[in-house]
């Protein structure tokens, strides 16, 4: 059975950083993108930021590029979202996505993996 667990959410003020990591289990995703989206109650889930097989290029919402950096560690299986900077508008549930089965990163009716999600709440 597969499983994305997310961890590293949490309170943070303004300006502040945290990193969220997604580990995978039951079976290796080295060979395909791997990203995240996030969602506010009421709304939409928005995607974020993916990334390539093997490191090989990355994807960012204008909302948060600069700000936010995806990465992987495929011996781990695992991705990381480091987030700087944060802005209570980043406040949401951040929800760790694998193995897109179209091209549109951004749409996460294209994503089949998705883990249970983990909070980040930023105050001002």
């Known amino acids: 059975q597969v499983q994305l667990v997310e961890s590293g959410g949490g309170l943070v003020q303004a300006g502040g950083s945290l990193r969220l990591s997604c580990t995978a289990s039951g079976r290796t995703f080295s060979g395909h993108k791997m990203g995240w989206f996030r969602q506010v109650s009421g709304s939409e889930r928005e995607f974020v930021a993916a990334?390539?097989?093997?490191?090989?290029?990355?994807y960012y919402a204008d909302s948060v590029k600069g700000r936010f950096t995806i990465s992987r560690d495929d011996a781990k299986n695992t991705v990381y979202l480091q987030m700087n900077s944060l802005k209570p508008e980043d406040t949401a549930v951040y929800y760790c996505?694998?193995?897109?089965?179209?091209?549109?990163?951004?749409?996460?009716?294209?994503?089949?993996?998705w883990g249970q999600g983990t909070q980040v709440t930023v105050s001002s």
């Open positions: 996505v694998a193995q897109i089965e179209g091209i549109t990163v951004t749409l996460p009716t294209q994503w089949k993996y």
């Open positions: 990334i390539r097989r093997s490191s090989g290029g990355t």
